[in-house]
Nanobody, 115 residues
């Protein structure tokens, strides 16, 4: 079992920046994948950015060049740096991790971008 705790969400004006953090309760070395999803009101949850099992990164097309996922294995933390935020980025952002056949979700953090 592992707990994922997100932080760093908030209210920001369009064009602003936020950095989300996802802290795991234990080592993330063995995770197959770890990343960020988001869910806007009335919408399905969608992948934003993730580390693959090979260690490379994938970013949703609409956030490429604006968002960057990174990790600090020593701190057991994954980050999502979000720059040039747009109102359409408004959503609850969730951290996700998979280990073997088990998946884990954080509780989510709200990001609101005002125009």
């Amino acid at each position: 079992q592992v707990q994922l705790v997100e932080s760093g969400g908030g209210l920001v004006q369009a064009g602003g920046s936020l950095r989300l953090s996802c802290a795991a309760s234990r080592s993330i070395f063995n995770f197959n994948t770890m990343g960020w999803y988001r869910q806007a009101p009335g919408q399905q949850r969608e992948l934003v950015a993730t580390f693959t099992s090979g260690g490379s990164t994938n970013h949703k097309d609409s956030v490429k060049g604006r968002f960057t996922i990174s990790r600090d294995n020593f701190k057991r933390t994954v980050y999502l740096q979000m720059n040039s935020l747009k109102p359409e980025d408004t959503a609850v952002y969730y951290c996700y991790a998979a280990e073997g056949f088990r998946g884990y979700w954080g509780q989510g953090t709200q990001v609101t971008v005002s125009s």
